[in-house]
């Protein structure tokens, strides 16, 4: 076939490859990316290249598929391009913010005089690859978890506010830690975890001391497991210790062939929990994924017993390095009793 231009040839081109072009630009900011959209037809397997107008070198890639959309950073060394991965764009979680933040800490330890003095993409693991190698310990885990604000499983955004703070407070509440975080709805009724502020009385003395937390790394410097421990009283009636605090992790990594058994018990009537079997979340070599999904199968009696809310409901979970039980509360029982049909 005989081409009669150049721009036939390359409308040709991009038709058997994989969109790469970076045909569109738009500006450097939350705002433009939630509005991006893309008007020609595009094929399911390919995706869109965007550039930035006023940020060179950093781009969007945009999946029409899987709808993600990934800030990569171009970058040249020793003659070669690489594309640095810099995080999955969350909306209200992590976006342009917190990609130029994580690009000056890249630049304060890979560059030098302005020059690459060594190749980040071969040292650096990103968010998702970090939760994809499986090899965070239980308490990075849960940092993550809470540093992103609880993200939802499968699709995009983050838990509500009431119930990520109730997994906080079995992941690490019932300690000191807890009294900074103020857990609040966005207007995407998605949590927005806040750090506290000093409390004044009227006449401007502290009466409740915030130590200058702004963070959760220094949340997690002043509170470290085992330190804050709400003891048994009013804000913790029955004594229990959160997963991050526990004692019997000794830095147990999500991994292993041994998997845990998860059980609930309704008055003495003890049931397992079986896995969600949607897909394999065990590889080959016996690293088990960071999280995992269980259900519990009841019979009639039983959903009768849970919805009468007269039932004493104790959930937990058995493992050679990890332990746990904790009775559900009546708000979590009338919270869960939505879930049955």
Not at 234 to 256: H, I, Q
Request: charged share 35%; proline share 2%; with cysteine.
């Amino acid at each position: 076939m005989e081409y009669t231009s150049l721009k036939f040839f390359i409308e040709k081109y991009k038709i058997k490859g994989r969109q790469r072009e970076a045909k569109y630009k738009i500006r450097f900011t939350n705002t433009a990316i939630d509005n991006f959209k893309v008007k020609d037809k595009l094929d399911k397997g390919k995706f869109i290249k965007v550039r930035f107008k006023d940020q060179r070198g950093i781009y969007l890639y945009w999946s029409p598929k899987t709808l993600t959309k990934k800030f990569y950073l171009r970058l040249k060394f020793n003659g070669r391009d690489y594309d640095l991965d810099l995080g999955t764009y969350l909306k209200g979680t992590y976006g342009c913010d917190e990609v130029l933040s994580k690009l000056s800490d890249i630049y304060k330890k890979y560059k030098e005089k302005g020059k690459w003095k060594s190749n980040p993409k071969e040292e650096i693991l990103t968010k998702s690859e970090l939760m994809d190698s499986q090899k965070l310990t239980i308490r990075q885990v849960i940092e993550k978890l809470c540093e992103y604000n609880f993200p939802r499983k499968d699709v995009e955004g983050r838990l509500a506010s009431t119930t990520a703070r109730q997994h906080s407070l079995f992941l690490l509440g019932h300690n000191k830690r807890i009294n900074h975080l103020d857990f609040l709805d966005d207007i995407n009724g998605m949590c927005a975890i806040q750090f506290r502020k000093d409390r004044l009385n009227r006449e401007g003395k502290i009466i409740w001391d915030s130590r200058g937390v702004k963070s959760w790394k220094e949340l997690l410097a002043h509170y470290p497991s085992g330190r804050g421990i709400n003891k048994k009283g009013w804000n913790n009636p029955s004594n229990e210790l959160s997963l991050y605090d526990t004692n019997r992790l000794k830095g147990a990594m999500v991994a292993g062939k041994t998997k845990p058994v998860a059980w609930a018990d309704f008055d003495k009537e003890v049931i397992k929990a079986s896995p969600e079997k949607d897909v394999d979340r065990t590889s080959a070599n016996g690293k088990a994924s960071s999280v995992q999904f269980i259900h519990f199968k009841l019979n009639d009696n039983q959903i009768d017993k849970f919805k009468s809310g007269s039932s004493n409901i104790e959930l937990g979970i058995e493992h050679k390095e990890y332990a746990h039980s904790t009775k559900l509360t009546d708000e979590n029982i009338k919270s869960l009793t939505a879930d049955f049909i």
